[in-house]
């Protein structure tokens, strides 16, 4: 009976060194899948935080541009107006005054005015399209980083819970 006793002993000892070895690896790899969720979660914050600050430059730009373009709005309109008004004082003048060569000078000036606001105000469309061509670019490159790391962490949380499910 003493001998029975001492083998069940034993092979209560056995198994307990056992359970503490896999209990012993079990934790490693808590560890391990731990300190990879913290890794991904990390690449995910860091991505977010990129794909604001892209945005936000974008958008900053995209106001400089839109400002830009309403002040040239504004100063064609203002040529325009002057345009307007230079003509009709010339076809007074031409009506009472044979010599408007003067004016007319005058006059190609304030349409060479005009057509440089106008080269601006294309430049400024263009750059307006470009900077909302980057902001969709920028856009889908956020995405494809925050789908990226979206997976990661979907990995990551798997391992831990394949970690944390009972051992058998």
Partial sequence: ???EDLRQFRSRAQ???ELFQTLTITKRRLQAAQLQL??????????HEDRLSHQAEACERERCLQRD????QD?????RQ?????????EALREHHPDIVALEARL???EKACALAREGMDRLTSQLAETEERLL?????RQTEAQEASTKLSEALAKVSLLNSPVP
């Fill in 38 to 47: 913290s890794l991904a979660s990390s690449q995910c914050v860091g991505a």
């Fill in 82 to 90: 002057e345009l307007e008004a230079k003509e009709e004082e010339l």
């Fill in 137 to 141: 670019h920028s856009e889908r490159c």
């Fill in 108 to 110: 190609a000036s304030k």
């Fill in 15 to 17: 198994d307990r060194d």
């Fill in 1 to 3: 009976a003493e001998l």
């Fill in 75 to 79: 100063e064609v309109a203002l040529l």
């Fill in 69 to 72: 373009n309403a002040r040239l």
